[in-house]
């Protein structure tokens, strides 16, 4: 599967650059760094979207967050036994199958912070592993997969996830508000 980069240099990130990359692309990931407003341009084009809506937050205060500015249901609040516009974490994915059976062709995912969610791939606290399972379905069946992150290109594993989905548009922000550096440290056999 293909990448189709654009490269802005914008103060912040714009929901009509989003809304363009949705034209022609079902996955798109943002990349750009804290305070770029990622999560407004997110909420400004599910505000402008009709259908369901499934937010997939790394940690539970993540979710609390995700949910209020989005106004989604939380996962550990639901108000209905059949939610269509709810926020979870990675590891209570596997309470909603029945959202992707039933919401998700017409639906859009957001997966903020991606980087740190795929790394709960790997933790040592997984309890139930059918979440992954919901995940690919999620990621294969969904209209819209809408990731999110600064740190996207420090690796190939972000990448590396989207691509077995599909074409991916990279929306890249080159213009930090704030200088960050990012440290990568590796334990080496002695």
């Known amino acids: 599967m293909s990448i189709v980069k654009t490269v802005y240099d914008t103060d912040y990130v714009d929901a009509a650059h989003l809304a363009k990359a949705m034209e022609n692309h079902r996955i798109i990931v943002i990349k750009a760094v804290c305070g770029m407003g990622k999560s407004t341009a997110i909420e400004q084009v ?3 979207h ?3 809506t499934m937010a997939v937050a790394c940690k539970q205060t993540h979710a609390q967050d995700m949910a209020q500015q989005f106004s989604l249901e939380h996962y ?3 108000d209905s036994e059949f939610p269509t516009n709810v926020c979870t974490t990675v590891h209570s994915l596997f309470k909603f199958h029945l959202w992707v059976t ?5 639906g859009i995912v957001i997966l903020d912070e991606i980087r740190s969610l795929l790394q709960n791939f790997n933790a040592p606290i997984i309890k ?3 979440f992954i399972n919901v995940l690919h379905r999620v990621m294969r ?3 819209y997969v809408i990731a999110a992150d600064a740190d996207v290109l420090c690796d190939a594993m972000v990448l590396d996830f989207l691509t077995r989905f599909g074409d991916v548009a990279l929306l890249e922000y080159t213009k930090p508000l704030i200088q960050r550096n990012l440290h990568v440290y590796t334990v080496e056999k002695r």
Do not use: F, H, I, Y
């Open 128 to 130: 139930n592993d059918s």
């Open 76 to 78: 550990k609040t639901l």
């Open 46 to 48: 599910v505000r402008g």
């Open 141 to 143: 069946e969904a209209r």
């Open 50 to 52: 009709n259908g369901p």
């Open 102 to 106: 039933n919401c998700a062709k017409s």
